[in-house]
C-alpha cells in the first residue's frame, strides 16, 4: 500500500492538445479515490500516466517515497482493471489468474496460494476450472479483478471496470468492490463517468473537466458546497435546475425572483453566504436540486413564501418516489455538466425556450413523495426547501 500523488501534472500530445492542465491530487495510503467527469475531462489521461501506459508532459507523480516518472508500468508495482475484462479465452480462470505471476517466475506454492486466495476472496473457487467463455459478464468481471489481487500491488487503478455490465449487475459488482477494497485496505484509484458509482463508491471524489480538476471532497461535501454549477450539476441525478433570477431585499431578509415567482431566502443562507448581498438587483443564476422540492399537500405547513404555483406537464411515478416535471417563465440556464456530457447540441435540445414560442420559458423537475396525487395537466403547489438554495455568478459560473 502507498499515497500517490501528482504535482502538477501536464499532458500535451504532440498535436498540442492539452489533455490535463496542471493536475495536484494526493491520494491517501489506502483510500478509495474516485475520478469523474464527461466524456474526454482527462480523467483516464490522469489514470494512464500513473500507470506509466501515457508519458506526462510536466510535474511529477509519486507512488510512496519514489517519483516513477522514469519508471515502467511493471517497476511501478500497481495493477490495472479495464473495461473490457481482457482474459485469456483459451485459459481456465485458474490459469488466467495465475499468468502474471508465472511471468515473474512466482514459486508453484506460492503462485497456488495466492490463487485459492483470491478466488476465496471473490467467491469464484466453484469457476476455476472453467474457461472464460462459460462465464456471466460479472463472473468474468470478478476474474479480472482477480489478477489483479493476486498481484498483491500497492494499488490498485480501475478505469470504468462496470460499463460492459448491465444496470442491476453493476450495481451489485459496485458494492462488492467497494466492500473488497475496504477488506483489502490497498490505496485505489477508480474512474468513472457514472456520478452515482463516484458517490456511492469513493472515500473522496475528484471532479474534472476539459482536463482541469475541479473539486475534490467527499462525496456529501461535494453534494452540498459545490464550488460552481459544473460540480453542481453534475453530481445529483436528476441534475440540478438552473435559472435566471435576480436577487431583491424584502422585509428585512433577501428575496429571490425567477419568472412569475418569489422566494423568501433563508435567514440562514443569506448570512452564510455573505456574498449574496453583492448581488442584490442584479442577475445570479438560482439552482435548485429536484429533491428540495415537495408536494405542498404534503408538507402542508411550508409559508406561502416558500412556496410556487405551477402546472404538471408530465409526472413519472418510479415507486418510492414521482418525478414532476413543470414549466416556469424563468430563462432557464443548461448545466455545463449537461452539455459536456450531451454534446454540443445539448443547449439546443434541453435549454432555453422550449417552448418554442419565445416566451422564454424553462423546464423544471421536481422529486416528491410517492404519496402525491399529482396529475398531470393539473395546476399544483410545490413547497421548496428555501435553506437548500444554490446562488452562482451567471459569468463565473463559481458559486456565491
Not at 106 to 135: D, G, H, Y
Not at 186 to 211: K, L, S
Amino acid at each position: 500500500m502507498a499515497e500517490i500523488e501528482y504535482d502538477s501534472v501536464l499532458k500535451i500530445y504532440d498535436d498540442g492538445t492539452q489533455a490535463v492542465h496542471d493536475l495536484n491530487l494526493e491520494i491517501r495510503d489506502g483510500e478509495l479515490m474516485v475520478l469523474v467527469g464527461p466524456s474526454g475531462c482527462g480523467k483516464t489521461t490522469a489514470l494512464r500516466m500513473l500507470a506509466g501506459l501515457e508519458e506526462i508532459s510536466g510535474g511529477e507523480i509519486r507512488i510512496g517515497e519514489r517519483v516513477v516518472n522514469d519508471l515502467t508500468p511493471k517497476e511501478r508495482d500497481i495493477a490495472m482493471v479495464f473495461q473490457s475484462y481482457a482474459l485469456y479465452p483459451h485459459m481456465t480462470v485458474e490459469q488466467n489468474l495465475a499468468f502474471g505471476l508465472k511471468l515473474r517466475k512466482m514459486p508453484k506454492q506460492e503462485v497456488s496460494e495466492r490463487v485459492r486466495r483470491a478466488a476465496n476472496i471473490l467467491q469464484i473457487e466453484e469457476f476455476l476450472k472453467r474457461k472464460p467463455r462459460a462465464l456471466s459478464g460479472g463472473q468474468r468481471q470478478r476474474v479480472a479483478m482477480g489478477r489483479a489481487i493476486v498481484r498483491e500491488p500497492q494499488a490498485f487503478l480501475m478505469d470504468e471496470p462496470l460499463s460492459n455490465l448491465d444496470a442491476k449487475l453493476r450495481v451489485q459488482m459496485r458494492a462488492e468492490i467497494h466492500q473488497l477494497q475496504r477488506r483489502l485496505g490497498v490505496t485505489t484509484i477508480y474512474v468513472t463517468h457514472d456520478q452515482v458509482e463516484a458517490m456511492t463508491m469513493g472515500d473522496r471524489v475528484a471532479v474534472m473537466n476539459a482536463g482541469h480538476l475541479l473539486q475534490v471532497d467527499t462525496p456529501q461535501v461535494l453534494y452540498d458546497t459545490p464550488v460552481n454549477e459544473f460540480v453542481a450539476g453534475f453530481i445529483g441525478s436528476p441534475s440540478i435546475n438552473l435559472v435566471e433570477a435576480e436577487l431583491a431585499q424584502q422585509n428585512g431578509g433577501l428575496a429571490v425572483k425567477f419568472g412569475d415567482h418569489t422566494l423568501t431566502v433563508d435567514d440562514q443562507v443569506a448570512r452564510n453566504r455573505s456574498g449574496l448581498s453583492k448581488y442584490v438587483g442584479r442577475t445570479v443564476l438560482l439552482g435548485i436540486r429536484p429533491e428540495d422540492f415537495e408536494d405542498a399537500s404534503i408538507e402542508s405547513d411550508t409559508p406561502p413564501d416558500r412556496r410556487l404555483k405551477v402546472t404538471a406537464d408530465l409526472t413519472e411515478p418510479l415507486g418510492s418516489e414521482v418525478l414532476v416535471y413543470f414549466r416556469s417563465k424563468a430563462t432557464g440556464v443548461v448545466s455545463s455538466a449537461v452539455t459536456a456530457d450531451a454534446g454540443a447540441d445539448a443547449e439546443v435540445t434541453l435549454g432555453g425556450d422550449t417552448d418554442g414560442d419565445g416566451a422564454g420559458r424553462s423546464r423544471l423537475v421536481a422529486r416528491v413523495d410517492p404519496r402525491s396525487r399529482i396529475a398531470e395537466g393539473s395546476e399544483f403547489e410545490l413547497a421548496v426547501d428555501t435553506r437548500r438554495l444554490y446562488f452562482f455568478d451567471p459569468d463565473t459560473r463559481e458559486a456565491v
